[in-house]
């Protein structure tokens, strides 16, 4: 999903990958028109939930292990009705729509023995009380597990690890008393890696709402939505919202269809105002004529997990009823070979343990290198639309990200390669530009599942990415002019 404002690209110097450390990312180069994208029936909510619970078991049972990571002896996660940490969704059970009362969960590195309990099940406690007795509670815990290290998630400026209220910290302060609070530190990447890194498990199901997507917007982009002439991108944005309900998923942004012109994407303040009721911004439909290239920012919500896909379509003049390249105007078809090579050198600089901020500049020295103009700004997806970890640029800051861009990339994580290119189209005479997202997630290389140093792969999510324009058929009896190229001969 495209964010706030785009400027000039600014280019920054760096050292380029290791060369070793490039030998480990592996490019998925399966072509997309060797894949029909197919709609994945949701199981019943009973199965949903069972598959929920299961992966967030999983997650959970990893806990320990990341406390140990970052040298912490406990997490203590507290929050009120309809005033929930954001991690509570992650860590929460699918049947669970709020915390209830308050509800106070602590996590233990290095548990001791609890009257013979085993130690998966004595990692940690959880108390549902409206009573001062929680605290009292919570303190005979941490007595007798000797707890020296308290991490809460009050960061100042990373969401996923300041969900802490600051009613609910003042409580917990004069709940636990100066000796406790004393012990209370800030460890951000506690919530961040927690959420960012998903189980091995989750892929399957990705792969399914990756494709459902694919789905819903190889039929959007197609004439048996759009109808030249008579169909606008409006029209299209609220057939997916439709489609999406039909099909009994969810999404976590609007979808937007835009037709590309010369200030396509040029983004301005105006970009604020796109959902304000009444602005002009929000007033936006256009009718979707013969030669259009269209674009689509499209996620969808399910079992927990989000997509964010950005693709690309041509509307072919009347007559033109295959289906062939050849068909689309030459500068177009290099446009978005253009950005294919651009998401090629952001995998290849994707490398766990370096910074959002180093990967960024990496891609930027290389992009210039091969005379390729745009912006990066991709995220980490997964729980959330824009989730946690590192970010790789954003359209208004390519020369690095404050705080979320010195965060470093992860194992298990799933990433949005999101980004666009400027090219001239001939046809036009006009620069455009060229936006593109799909979703990618980390693997590890096969027999080294367990190895710290193991720097793994990237594959696309979906199995595969765009590189063919979605064609939009214009019927032979259409007697309009098209907005763009060879509007005379029609």
Not at 370 to 398: F, V
């Amino acid at each position: 999903m495209k964010r706030l404002f785009i400027f000039v690209i600014s280019w920054l110097g760096a050292s380029p990958a290791l060369a070793s450390d490039k030998q480990n990312v592996l490019l998925s180069t399966e072509d997309s028109s060797e894949r029909v994208p197919k709609y994945f029936t949701l199981p019943s909510l009973r199965e949903q939930l069972a598959i929920q619970d299961g992966w967030t078991k999983e997650r959970r049972d990893r806990i320990p292990k990341i406390l140990q990571k970052y040298g912490v002896d406990a997490w203590l996660i507290s929050q009120k009705e309809y005033a929930e940490e954001t991690v509570f969704w992650s860590l929460k059970s699918a049947r669970q729509f709020s915390a209830r009362r308050r509800t106070t969960t602590l996590f233990l590195a290095n548990p001791n023995s609890n009257n013979g309990i085993p130690y998966s099940h004595s990692y940690s406690y959880t108390w549902v009380d409206n009573t001062p007795a929680v605290w009292d509670n919570l303190k005979n815990v941490l007595l007798k597990q000797n707890v020296s290290s308290i991490a809460v998630d009050i960061h100042p400026q990373i969401a996923f690890s300041s969900g802490l209220h600051a009613g609910e910290l003042e409580a917990l302060k004069e709940g636990l008393g100066e000796e406790w609070t004393g012990k209370l530190v800030s460890e951000p990447m506690i919530a961040v890696e927690y959420i960012a890194t998903q189980p091995a498990s989750r892929a399957e199901w990705y792969g399914k709402l990756q494709s459902t997507a694919w789905a819903m917007i190889s039929e959007a982009f197609s004439e048996r939505v759009i109808e030249p002439g008579v169909t606008t991108t409006t029209d299209v944005e609220w057939w997916l919202r439709e489609k999406i309900r039909e099909m009994t998923y969810s999404t976590w942004f609007h979808p937007d269809v835009t037709i590309i012109d010369e200030h396509a994407f040029n983004i301005s303040s105006a970009a604020f105002l796109d959902d304000v009721p009444g602005s002009e911004a929000n007033s936006r439909a256009k009718i979707i004529q013969p030669g259009d290239l269209l674009h689509v920012d499209f996620g969808i919500t399910a079992l927990g997990l989000n997509t964010d896909t950005q693709h690309l379509a041509y509307v072919l003049p009347p007559g033109l009823e295959g289906s062939d390249e050849p068909n689309i105007p030459p500068s177009l078809l290099a446009g978005l070979k253009k950005a294919n090579r651009a998401q090629d050198i952001v995998l290849e600089n994707l490398i766990v343990g370096r910074t959002g901020n180093e990967i960024l500049s990496s891609i930027q020295t290389q992009l210039k290198k091969e005379n390729i103009t745009g912006k990066i700004y991709c995220h980490p997806i997964g729980d959330w639309g824009h989730s946690a970890g590192a970010l790789i640029g954003m359209t208004n800051l390519q020369e690095g990200v404050p705080v979320l861009g010195d965060l470093p990339v992860l194992k298990g994580m799933y990433y949005s390669v999101e980004l666009l290119v400027e090219h001239f189209v001939e046809e036009r005479g006009v620069v455009l530009r060229f936006p593109v997202e799909e979703d990618v997630r980390w693997v590890p290389t096969p027999g080294k599942e367990d190895e710290d140093e193991d720097k793994g792969r990237w594959v696309w999510a979906y199995g595969a990415r765009q590189e063919k324009f979605h064609l939009i058929k214009t019927g032979r009896s259409w007697g309009g002019k098209a907005r763009f190229l060879g509007s005379e001969d029609l």
